[in-house]
């Protein structure tokens, strides 16, 4: 199984978003954040042949963001699971990704820091985060049996303008 982790591109600012009196939870990407987005996701389908799945948070910016991906890689159905909101452990996604065949490719789009620990503990098996990961970035994580704690290995890890740059080569 590959694995290929994003954290949602540049939403509003929080504090801002606060003053509407909605929760954070709708907080959506701004008009810069689906444009870096957009190429940030080409980038990615350069470097990515083929994905299997699509899965997100169900907070409006991750889905927002995979919904670019999604379009990147000819407009795949999205997955929503509860198990990437900020607010689930990392370990909390381990029986979704064992549900599905080991030769499949999912990419997965949440939240930092939930990221940062989840991609730590799927190298190490300790709940460290050490992967930076800033907004519209993304590694990719290959499991030679099924998805454990400690069981990935690291193939690639790229900033977002290291993928808007390659969405540019040739």
Do not use: N, Y
């Amino acid at each position: 199984m590959q694995l290929l982790v994003i954290r949602h591109g540049l939403a509003g600012d929080r504090e801002e978003f606060a003053f509407t009196g909605r929760p954070d939870s709708e907080r959506p990407l701004t008009k810069e954040g689906r444009v870096k987005m957009r190429r940030a996701a080409a980038g990615l389908a350069r470097i990515v042949p083929d994905l299997d799945l699509i899965a997100t948070s169900p907070l409006v910016r991750a889905v927002q963001t995979a919904e670019v991906v999604a379009d990147a890689f000819g407009g795949m159905d999205l997955t929503i699971v509860d198990e990437l909101s900020p607010e689930h452990a990392p370990d909390d996604l381990l029986p979704w990704l064992r549900s599905h065949d080991p030769g499949t490719v999912i990419a997965v789009v949440g939240h930092d820091p939930h990221l940062g620990f989840l991609v730590g503990w799927l190298l190490t098996g300790r709940h460290e985060s050490f992967v930076e990961m800033k907004k519209g970035a993304a590694c990719l994580l290959e499991f030679d049996d099924p998805p454990a704690a400690g069981g990935a290995t690291l193939r690639w890890a790229m900033q977002p303008k290291e993928l808007r740059m390659l969405r540019k080569a040739r």
